[in-house]
C-alpha cells in the first residue's frame, strides 16, 4: 500500500525556504572573532601618475596620492592560525 506523504508546498514550507533563500543569498562579509594582533604595517599611498609618467597635481599643487594601506598580521584565538589582511583607508 502507499504510504501517504504530506505536501511540500505548504505555507510553512515554503516561509522556511524563503527565510533560508534569503539568508543564504545575503553578501554577509563580516564575522565576529577574537583575535590577538601580532603586526601592523603602514604602506604610504603612492603618488598618482598620468599616462605620460607624471605626477597628478590636485588644485593646490600637491601631487594626489592613492589611500593609504594597512598589513594586518593576526592569531586567531579560536584556531591558533595566524593570517594577514589589508585594509585600505
Known amino acids: 500500500m502507499a504510504k501517504v506523504t504530506e505536501a511540500l508546498n505548504t505555507n510553512e514550507n515554503i516561509k ?3 527565510k533560508f533563500y534569503e539568508i543564504a543569498s545575503q553578501n554577509i562579509n563580516s564575522f565576529k572573532q577574537k583575535i ?3 603586526k601592523i ?3 604610504d599611498g603612492k603618488v598618482k601618475l598620468d599616462k605620460d609618467k607624471q605626477p ?3 588644485e593646490f599643487g600637491q601631487p594626489e596620492k592613492w589611500d593609504d594601506r594597512y598589513f594586518l598580521t593576526y592569531q586567531s584565538l579560536s584556531g591558533g592560525n595566524e593570517h594577514s589582511i589589508s585594509i585600505n583607508v
Open 36 to 38: 590577538r594582533v601580532l
Open 41 to 43: 604595517n603602514k604602506v
Open 16 to 18: 522556511a525556504m524563503a
Open 56 to 58: 597628478i597635481l590636485d
